[in-house]
């Protein structure tokens, strides 16, 4: 069973606009998320992350709002270039089997159109 | 910028072959990591080290071996390969006292 859902596999935005991803988790137990962008032949590289201690962490174009009540939490591209396109997976720390590893969502592709 | 390699990055290989997946870093990170991931789906951890002599298995089962003799380096060996472990196999490492990790180009394997 997932405990960290990306709902959403594609989102294709114009470029200059708002890119917002989702991502939603079921542990309620689970209090670090990150947000990693995986390009096409590569590994994913880390972007932003956020504790549950704030509902917000902002880091240039890029923001991350944690909605704990919800279990939710979304990554905002704020303006999207072309360059942004690629494949942003969700992760939670597991503080379950695998202790302070990651549990991942199945990611959402974005496409940036000029 | 994060160091981290991972050979070959391509492969393929016949059912029955030994083959050994290496995954090297010069961070000097404590804990390094091998997910398998196929496409559309989330990484899967089937391996991790925190450190010299540590190896335990993540939260996928998996037919693959690892070994950690030294800080830099983490192989993973499948002693048979079979079609069912056609996927990419990633390497990362990371701090031991941060969640943030590192992660190689990855090895696609593909067993005819």
């Known amino acids: ?114 | 910028e994060a160091d981290i390699y991972q050979t070959p990055r391509y492969l393929v290989i016949g059912t029955g072959k030994k083959i050994t997946l290496e995954c090297s870093q010069t961070m000097g990170h404590d804990k390094m990591y091998w997910y398998q991931q196929d496409p559309g789906m989330e990484l899967h951890l089937i391996h991790y080290s925190y450190g010299v002599n540590s190896t335990e298995k993540g939260d996928l089962s998996s037919e693959s071996t690892v070994s950690r003799i030294r800080t830099e380096h983490f192989p993973l060996t499948l002693e048979s390969a079979r079609p069912s472990h056609t996927s990419q196999y990633l390497c990362a490492s990371s701090e031991l006292v941060t969640y943030e990790q590192y992660f190689g180009p990855g090895t696609r394997l593909t067993v005819t």
């Open chain 1, 1 to 114: 069973d997932q405990q960290v859902k990306q709902n959403s596999p594609s989102l294709s935005v114009q470029e200059g606009r708002i890119s917002i991803l989702n991502c939603d988790y079921t542990n309620s137990m689970f209090d670090y998320f990150l947000w990693y962008k995986k390009y096409p032949a590569e590994g994913p590289t880390f972007l932003i992350s956020i504790s549950s201690i704030k509902d917000k962490n902002e880091d240039g174009r890029f923001t991350v709002f944690l909605n704990k009540s919800a279990k939710h939490l979304s990554l905002h591209i704020v303006p999207s270039q072309p360059g942004d396109s690629a494949v942003y997976f969700c992760a939670a720390v597991n503080y379950g089997g695998s202790q302070g590893n990651l549990i991942f969502g199945k990611g959402t592709k974005l496409s940036v159109k000029p």
